[in-house]
């Protein structure tokens, strides 16, 4: 088999064989096939599609380039949550004792920032102690004694796609639908879950910006689950707007743990509940909606997610205190500017994406992946899109420790809130369930 011949099929817009894709996968990862061919296949594949079948056997060869995550010794039946991306989504680290206190075992592989996004693992280092590192024994033992681990994703999962991915990022061809569904669901199949939730973002702030392309990205993921036979559900959630109102890292962890009480950001809560209903059904937990999502309102109002949260927390070398003492316990910023409405109306826009950029110049996220974060700083938004505002009320608070950025931040974080004389619709933040 040749490379050359593989792309030209492609190139032509023919369907490749299991055997051609995985002759491709394993050469290039194995330093047999060069960059220049892979991209040049990658390119073809951007314009000529692959079709649900290739994307399938993709998937399955990037999953298996690395290392498998063997969680059979984990009892039960584990669900996997994952999150296409966004500004402010904090979901994980409610989702993961929420679901653990009603006995789903939780073992998951988060990772970190990178640009406008923010990743779970950084914000649950703003816990003082926390460690993200442990042996793959020590992860194991915690699921199955307190039912729930978070720990970074190691380099050996999925290596095919890391080095793709790096390749797409510089030739243009990161935002093909079947590109991105294997890629995302090369890692989960790899890491060893039953079961996929996948919460697809849609909106300015995410990689999907139509609903169209979010339904489609949703589908083929989906579909890839299915056929790894990994019962799989995706929820299409709005990233127009940052998601509740904590960006950066302790203060979307403060904000973590006030939705875990039952005070959260509507928006937010309702993501929260609505995530963790399907993460019990898809777990076994009753296959009855309305049952479950009594059984996740229950969980909240009864403190028994928060106290699985200290748990978590302490067993990972956190202080479990942050649970009663969010403020006192989460590094904070020095100081904090105001950003006031500067005539009335109804709020139409509050861009995600843009929102993330100034957090991240701010200090709370990385524009390279060696850049170091400050867990102090971000923006916790005062309003959402549809509220109305009178001139000099206050929109967002910036949390700042470094002052030689801050008039651009300012500048840009202005231009990115929309103010409309006539009334706003508020956002729905779930859009669609695909099973
Ligand atoms: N996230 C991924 O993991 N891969 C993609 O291709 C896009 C987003």
């Not at 194995?30 to 951007?46: E, N, T």
């Not at 777990?283 to 997610?305: K, Y």
């Amino acid at each position: 088999m040749r490379m050359y011949d593989i792309i030209k099929k492609k190139r032509d817009g023919g369907p490749l064989t299991g055997e051609e894709i995985r002759f491709f996968v394993d050469g290039y990862v194995k330093g047999d096939i060069p960059d220049y061919q892979a991209s040049a296949l990658l390119m073809a594949i951007f314009f000529n599609r692959l079709n649900r079948d290739e994307t399938a056997v993709l998937t399955q060869a990037m999953a298996d380039s690395g290392e498998s995550i063997d969680l059979s010794s984990v009892k039960g039946i584990k669900v996997d949550k994952h999150s296409t991306g966004g500004v402010g989504d904090k979901t994980s680290l409610v989702l993961a004792p929420l679901v653990a206190a009603a006995g789903i075992p939780v073992a998951k592989m988060s990772g970190r920032g990178l640009g406008h996004t923010g990743g779970t693992i950084d914000k649950l280092e703003s816990i003082p102690g926390f460690k993200a590192e442990m042996t793959k024994a020590g992860f194991i033992k915690s699921v199955n004694s307190i039912g729930v681990a978070i720990i970074g994703q190691t380099g050996d999962i999925a290596p095919a796609d890391k080095k793709l991915y790096g390749l797409r990022d510089v030739t243009a061809t990161v935002d093909d639908i079947s590109l991105i569904a294997s890629s995302i669901m090369s890692k989960k199949l790899a890491a060893g879950a039953d079961c996929i939730l996948l919460d697809v973002k849609v909106g300015k702030g995410a990689f999907m910006k139509s609903m169209d392309q979010a339904r489609k990205l949703a589908e083929v993921m989906v579909e890839i689950g299915r056929a790894a036979h990994r019962e799989t559900i995706a929820v299409i959630s709005d990233m127009e707007q940052p998601l509740g109102f904590a960006v950066g890292n302790a203060l979307e962890v403060k904000e973590a743990i006030e939705t875990l009480k039952g005070e959260g950001p509507e928006d937010f809560d309702k993501l929260c509940r609505e995530l963790g209903t399907l993460m019990l059904v898809l777990g076994g937990i009753t296959r009855d909606t309305s049952e479950a999502r009594a059984i996740v309102d229950d969980l909240i109002a009864s403190g028994r997610a928060l106290n699985k949260f200290r748990e978590f927390v302490r067993n990972q070398g956190g202080d479990p205190e942050v649970a009663d003492r969010p403020e006192e316990i989460l590094p904070i910023a020095k100081d904090t500017v105001r950003i006031a409405a500067d005539r009335e109306g109804y709020i139409s826009e509050l861009r995600a994406e843009e929102i993330g950029i100034c957090a991240m110049h701010l200090g709370a996220g990385r524009a390279n992946k060696e850049d170091t974060i400050d867990p102090s700083v971000g923006i916790v938004m005062n309003r959402k899109v549809g509220d109305f505002v009178r001139e000099g009320d206050s929109i967002a608070t910036l949390y700042v420790n470094r002052k030689d950025n801050l008039d651009t931040v300012i500048d840009m974080f202005r231009s990115s809130i929309g103010i409309s004389a006539t009334p706003v619709s508020r956002i729905e933040i779930i859009k669609e369930i695909i099973r």
